[in-house]
C-alpha cells in the first residue's frame, strides 16, 4: 500500500494497493491527523497528544475515544495497516508521499521553477473544526513558512526570467506572489519591476496606485524600498509603437527569438560588473536586429 498526501491548496489522502485499487478521502479531521504525521520528524506522536491536538474541547476519556473512532474510521475508508498503533504511540508505517515534502526538496535544490509548480495553494487552507484550536495554530505556522518558501522561489525565479527577456511571464508569477501575500512589499516591488522591465508604463502607473492604496487601507507605513519602487514605476514610460522607435526607446515587451542572447550579454554584463573585463562581440547578418537586442539590453 501507498500513501498520497495533498497538503498544498487542499487537504486529501489516498491510498492504493497491491491491485490498484484507489481509495480517497479528504478533509475532515482523520486526513489532517495523517498530514500532521507525515510532517513531523519521525512521523509518529503520542496518543495522547493526537487526542489533544484535534479534541481539546471534550475531556481526556473522550478525546481518547475519538481518536479510537477516527483510526476505525481511517482502516474502513483507506485500508489497513497505515499506522502503527502499538503502545501509546501512534506512527506512520506505510510508504508515503506528500506533496509538502516535494516543494521544500525542490526549493532545498534551487530548482525554483519545480518549487513554484509544486505550490498550488496555501498549506491545508480554510480547516477548521471544534476542538482542533492546536491543530490550527500548527498549520497556521507551517503554512506561513511554506508561503515565505514560496515569495522566495518565485522572486529567484521571476529575476531569472527577466534576465531572460521572458517579461510577461515574469509579470504574471509576480502577480501570483503579490496575490499569495499582499502584506508582503516585497512582492508588490517585485511587480512593480518586472512591469517597469517590460515597458508596460501603463500597468505600472496602475499597481503604483493600487499599491499604495493597499497600504494605506491596511494602515501600512510603506518600507523606503517600496516608496523607491513606486516613483520609479510612475516615471516608467510606456512600450513605444513602431513608428515612434528609435535608439532611445524603452525596452521592447516581447524578445522573441533573442531570449538566449538577450541572457548572455546580461550575463557577461554582471561579470564586468563584479571586476572582470569583458569583450563580446554580436555578429549576425545585416537586419536581424543586433541593434535593437544592444538597445534593449542598454534599457535593462
Not at 484507489?22 to 503520542?46: D, E, F, N
Not at 518549487?115 to 498550488?120: E, G, I, L, N
Not at 509603437?241 to 527569438?257: H, M, N, R, Y
Request: with cysteine; net charge negative; charged share 25%.
Amino acid at each position: 500500500m501507498h500513501l498520497t498526501l495533498k497538503t498544498l491548496g487542499t487537504l486529501e489522502a489516498s491510498t492504493e494497493d497491491a491491485h490498484g485499487v484507489m481509495r480517497t478521502l479528504a478533509r475532515g479531521k482523520p486526513v489532517a491527523m495523517l498530514a500532521y504525521l507525515a510532517c513531523i520528524p519521525g512521523h509518529k506522536a503520542s496518543r495522547e497528544h493526537l487526542a489533544s491536538l484535534l479534541w481539546g474541547d471534550v475531556d481526556t476519556e473522550a478525546a481518547r475515544q475519538n481518536l479510537r473512532q477516527t483510526l476505525w474510521y481511517l482502516k474502513k475508508k483507506l485500508g489497513d495497516g497505515l499506522l502503527d498503533g502499538a503502545g501509546d504511540m501512534l506512527g506512520l508505517v506505510v510508504p508515503f508521499s506528500c506533496d509538502r515534502d516535494e516543494f521544500l526538496q525542490a526549493a532545498h535544490r534551487a530548482d525554483f521553477a519545480a518549487a513554484v509548480q509544486r505550490h498550488p495553494g496555501p498549506f491545508i487552507p480554510d480547516f477548521a473544526a471544534p476542538g482542533a484550536a492546536e491543530f490550527e495554530q500548527w498549520s497556521e505556522l507551517e503554512r506561513r513558512r511554506l508561503t515565505v518558501t514560496f515569495l522566495r522561489c518565485a522572486d529567484a525565479l521571476a529575476r531569472q526570467w527577466l534576465g531572460e527577456g521572458k517579461f510577461r511571464d515574469a509579470q504574471e508569477l509576480a502577480r501570483q506572489a503579490r496575490d499569495v501575500d499582499p502584506m508582503d512589499q516585497a512582492s508588490w516591488r517585485l511587480l512593480l519591476e518586472a512591469l517597469v522591465a517590460g515597458s508596460d508604463g501603463l500597468g505600472a502607473t496602475s499597481e503604483a496606485e493600487h499599491f499604495e492604496a493597499f497600504l494605506a487601507r491596511e494602515e501600512q507605513e510603506p518600507e523606503a524600498a517600496s516608496l523607491a519602487a513606486m516613483r520609479m514605476a510612475r516615471r516608467s514610460p510606456s512600450a513605444p509603437s513602431a513608428q515612434d522607435a528609435s535608439p532611445s526607446s524603452t525596452i521592447a515587451a516581447e524578445l522573441v527569438g533573442r531570449e538566449t542572447e538577450f541572457s548572455h550579454v546580461l550575463a557577461a554584463w554582471e561579470q564586468v560588473r563584479g571586476g572582470s573585463p569583458r569583450v563580446m562581440v554580436v555578429s549576425a547578418a545585416a537586419g536581424l536586429g543586433k541593434s535593437r537586442l544592444l538597445r534593449d539590453v542598454q534599457a535593462r
